[in-house]
């Protein structure tokens, strides 16, 4: 089948195309989505380590590099879409700053390529709307130590999930919303 795409709507790469495959199970964040949420980490983006969690299309993640993070580390579990994804980046010339992992965030986080590139400045997560027990998530998060002392997690959710408030040492700062999707920003209580 031909694949159709999606623009990058910010940075260096302004313009170029990720393509999707009619075949591939994404649901890409939309561009009016990414354009605001990356629009509010403007300053936290330059020269920043971002992780990109249930990557899919990689929208996220290349959206950040497009924009000078130093580095993004993509992870997904689904072969056919990292392999896509390696494709994309390697057209875009972004191989160099980038790590492409397939695994379940469970084996992800104990990854050695992906621990030697922690900590994270900003970790995007967008799992399928209906995946239960993100507490658990930001559980694991924790415990493999992948961020840094002031780091930031962006969930990425159907606007009807209701995200927890608090988990660990993870707290919400903020949310967004834009169509049927939200966005709930954590940060750590001890990084202050």
């Not at 302004?14 to 989505?33: D, H, L, M, W, Y």
């Not at 354009?35 to 990689?58: C, K, M, P, Y």
């Not at 390697?90 to 492409?100: E, F, K, Y």
């Not at 967004?176 to 990084?191: L, N």
């Amino acid at each position: 089948m031909k694949p159709s795409s999606i623009r990058i709507v910010g940075g260096a790469l302004k313009g170029r195309t990720i393509s999707i495959f009619p075949e591939q199970s994404v649901r890409p964040t939309s561009q009016r989505a990414r354009e605001a949420i990356l629009g509010i980490l403007d300053g936290r983006i330059n020269r920043a380590t971002v992780a990109d969690f249930f990557s899919g299309t990689g929208a996220m993640g290349i959206e950040a590099l497009s924009r000078g993070a130093a580095r993004v580390a993509f992870v997904d579990h689904q072969k056919e879409l990292q392999l896509a994804l390696y494709q994309t980046l390697s057209r875009l010339t972004l191989l160099p700053q980038s790590l492409v992992i397939t695994a379940d965030i469970h084996l992800a986080i104990q990854n050695q390529n992906l621990l030697g590139w922690r900590p994270f400045d900003v970790l995007f997560l967008d799992p399928p709307y209906q995946f239960p027990k993100m507490d658990q998530i930001l559980t694991l998060l924790e415990g493999a130590q992948l961020m840094t002392k002031h780091g930031l997690i962006i969930y990425e959710h159907f606007h009807k999930t209701i995200s927890p408030a608090a988990v660990g040492t993870w707290s919400r700062v903020r949310k967004a919303r834009y169509g049927d999707t939200a966005f709930t920003f954590y940060e750590t209580s001890t990084g202050s």
